[in-house]
């Protein structure tokens, strides 16, 4: 999910909290209970300052070990210990780590129902896992938070009788939300009527609007149809075929390219020549917008194949012709 939506949840997980009568019975270690669902809800994301040191090593790690079963467990440590040491010993720890451990393990359930998708299971597996559910900002889940946290500031009924209810409705939507991912995958695929054989897979990733879906088949040849799936009407709009020039395996050993291949199955290659030489431009397929694919990792090439830059991140058109004109001239 997005920063915003990790923070409201973490500030209804402290509001859960006080059904615990340990936590609702004391006033500061119901305060500590509610740094420690914060910080829990945030803490998997502190990836997110590897943009420091270059977006390459953002792209690669983002949601990665971070996010795995053993990050879990130190984070839980690190936040519930800190708590500790600023409250001198005076918490009842076993209750301040259980909530700090769901707020933790919340987030990470959260992250794999988008397209994005974690690590969770390193270090036994380096696969990254996206169940396709919701899409990353998810419009319900924020309203109802947002609503819930506003009754219980103003005053209009218990934590211990809110937070209860909206955490039952989240669970509720989040089933239905599976069930209409599986409904809406046999409708596409009774919808898709061209060609077809055994290799052909498809992939459906949802959009914020609830009967709105991206679409990918995958074809045998590594070639993939992009369309949109709304209100049962399947449209195909784009056909990516993936270039297999020689520049292409050549720029696999950059940096940036690597990255942006470690993290997404979902990459193809197209190969543009210019005046000065080649671009070779890798788009995440997965994520369509305004007839362009914002999530690139570029890198750019001489006639003689010197390398003249690389880069990776999210790019509109315009702003990827300014990096380009930036790096060759």
Request: hydrophobic share 45%; glycine share 6%; aromatic share 12%.
């Amino acid at each position: 999910m997005d920063s915003g939506t990790h923070l409201i949840m973490g500030l209804g997980l402290a509001g859960l909290a006080c059904v615990d009568p340990v936590i609702a019975s004391n006033q500061t270690v119901f305060l500590a209970a509610m740094v420690g669902t914060i910080a829990g809800s945030q803490a998997p994301d502190l990836d997110t300052l590897l943009r420091l040191k270059s977006n390459a090593a953002y792209i690669r790690h983002h949601r990665g070990r971070s996010h795995s079963i053993p990050a879990i467990l130190l984070w839980t440590l690190l936040i519930t210990a800190a708590l500790q040491l600023g409250y001198r010993g005076s918490l009842p720890w076993l209750h301040i780590g259980g909530w700090v451990l769901l707020a933790v393990v919340i987030h990470v359930f959260t992250d794999l129902l988008n397209a994005y998708g974690t690590q969770a299971l390193w270090p036994f597996s380096k696969k990254w896992i996206s169940w396709n559910i919701l899409p990353i900002f998810d419009p319900v889940i924020f309203t109802t938070h947002l609503a819930a946290i506003l009754i219980w500031a103003l005053g209009g009924a218990e934590p211990a009788i809110v937070f209860p209810i909206l955490y039952l409705f989240v669970g509720i939507y989040i089933l239905w939300r599976s069930w209409l991912h599986r409904t809406t995958w046999n409708m596409l695929l009774r919808a898709d009527d061209g060609p077809d054989d055994d290799k052909t897979d498809y992939h459906l990733i949802p959009k914020v609007s609830i009967y709105d879906w991206h679409v990918l088949k995958q074809l045998s040849d590594g070639s993939y149809d992009v369309g949109s799936f709304k209100h049962g009407k399947l449209e195909w709009l784009d056909h990516a075929k993936c270039s297999d020039h020689p520049a292409v395996e050549q720029s696999k050993s950059d940096p940036s390219i690597q990255a942006f291949l470690y993290f997404t199955s979902f990459a193809c290659a197209e190969v543009i020549e210019h005046a000065w030489g080649v671009e070779v431009r890798w788009s995440d397929i997965r994520y369509r917008h305004r007839k362009q694919y914002p999530f690139v990792a570029v890198l750019l090439m001489d006639h003689s194949s010197h390398t003249l830059g690389s880069f990776v991140g999210w790019l509109s058109d315009e702003r990827l012709q300014k990096r380009l004109r930036m790096n060759t001239y």
